[in-house]
């Protein structure tokens, strides 16, 4: 069964460091999403993207906060420069066309001393 | 605004039981959905249920929608142990996008 990757499933990091984090979305599927969850809260949209663009954001995407589909596959998150309240599982996920239905992957735990 | 609430935050019960949570919202939706995560692990997609459609079922899991009261409820029935996890309501809100908003879920322990 098609599933969504992601790699590393945890950094650390140091407050300040840039930071990319990675994923392969499901390989049919046409829009990509991040959010993240910090320890013990809901999971928080960040960001969908769709035709090589950001379709949407909330107001935590700010700036520091950037995403590109390099290449066919990958799909990644930058943070710019890294805060402690940046620490959390940053998960991606990717639905296929005209699909609410959302695949997630095993998320990428970010820890930022 | 908190979109998509569930109650109760907790839940314990033997296995075998039935489970149910819920969940309400407060904005105009195109769709909810139910997801499940274990413990430090990804999501889960359950089921999705359209704002048209009032209940739905799949396997043991039985969704409802009240829209006229902004809340849906998931009933597990004959929980298993392997049931226990946490448990998120999702709402897709009506303004075009795939944008979608948990809510801060329910804990479910099945005990053996």
């Given at each position: 069964?098609?599933?969504v990757t992601?790699?590393?499933?945890h ?5 300040g460091?840039?930071v990319i ?9 046409l829009y ?27 107001e ?11 290449d ?5 998150l ?14 991606c ?11 997630f ?6 820890t930022?001393? | 605004?908190?979109q998509g ?5 907790a839940?314990?019960?033997?296995e ?16 909810l959905q ?8 990804g999501l889960v997609?359950?089921i999705?249920?359209r704002?048209?459609e009032?209940?739905?079922h ?6 409802t ?12 029935t ?8 946490s ?12 944008k ?5 879920g ?7």
């Amino acid at each position: 069964e098609p599933e969504v990757t992601q790699t590393p499933s945890h950094q650390v990091t140091q407050m300040g460091q840039e930071v990319i984090l990675r994923c392969v979305p499901i390989s049919n599927h046409l829009y990509f999403y991040w959010y993240r969850q910090i320890l013990g809260q809901k999971v928080e949209f960040l960001v969908s993207f769709y035709n090589n663009e950001i379709s949407e954001k909330s107001e935590i995407f700010d700036d520091q906060f950037s995403v590109e589909r390099p290449d066919g596959s990958n799909f990644t998150l930058k943070i710019r420069s890294t805060k402690l309240e940046d620490s959390a599982m940053y998960f991606c996920a990717s639905s296929g066309q005209n699909s609410y239905e959302q695949y997630f992957g095993p998320g990428t735990r970010l820890t930022v001393t | 605004s908190q979109q998509g609430e569930e109650d109760p935050q907790a839940l314990s019960i033997q296995e075998g039981e039935n489970a149910t949570m819920n969940c309400s919202y407060k904005t105009s939706i195109n769709n909810l959905q139910w997801y499940r995560q274990n413990s430090g692990r990804g999501l889960v997609h359950l089921i999705l249920i359209r704002s048209n459609e009032r209940e739905k079922h799949s396997g043991r899991l039985r969704v409802t929608l009240d829209t006229s009261k902004k809340s849906s409820s998931l009933l597990i029935t004959a929980s298993r142990a392997a049931d226990t996890a946490s448990y998120f309501c999702a709402t897709a809100p009506n303004t075009g996008g795939f944008k979608t908003i948990f809510g801060a879920g329910t804990r479910l322990f099945v005990k053996a």
